[in-house]
């Protein structure tokens, strides 16, 4: 509910806060199951949109697998590469990764989206351990 109530903050309508909600589910999930550490979310505004980064202390990076119709799981970054506009990992300094994914905003018209181009916006949030992989980001 956070990710979806802050991206709504910068702008993002129903559409794009359900995209926002489905995208940060996938990354919290992969990042709990996959990752050490504790898994970090930052909804912040990007150009014309929003970005979500889940950051955790693992190595080991995510990959977009393509498994057979009848095998449960594995879709999660394909989910990720298909329905965003832009994703990627950063490789934090000490180890460890940002997963990050960019859900485009359509501005109403003569209206910009709040904190469009200003940089990060304020609002990290560290998930307890409840709330690790959120089912309505």
């Known amino acids: 509910v956070w990710a ?18 489905l995208l940060t589910s996938e990354v919290v999930s992969n990042a709990t199951r996959h990752g ?6 930052e909804v912040t505004a990007a150009d014309d949109g929003v970005r979500v980064s889940v950051t955790d202390d693992g ?3 995510p990959a977009v697998l393509h498994p057979d119709a009848g095998t449960p799981g594995g ?24 997963v ?8 109403e018209a003569g ?16 998930p307890d351990d409840d709330a690790a992989a959120p089912t309505g980001a």
């Open 100 to 107: 990050w994914f960019e859900v485009g905003v359509r501005a």
């Open 4 to 21: 979806t109530e802050r991206a709504a903050a910068l702008g993002a309508d129903a559409e794009q806060g359900a995209l926002v909600a």
């Open 75 to 98: 879709r999660g970054v394909w989910l990720v590469s298909e329905l965003s506009r832009a994703w990627g990992v950063d490789r934090l300094p000490g180890g460890g990764k940002a």
């Open 36 to 41: 050490d550490g504790v898994a970090v979310l």
């Open 111 to 126: 209206k910009e989206p709040a904190d469009a181009g200003n940089g990060p916006a304020a609002g990290a949030h560290a």
């Open 59 to 61: 190595d080991g990076l």
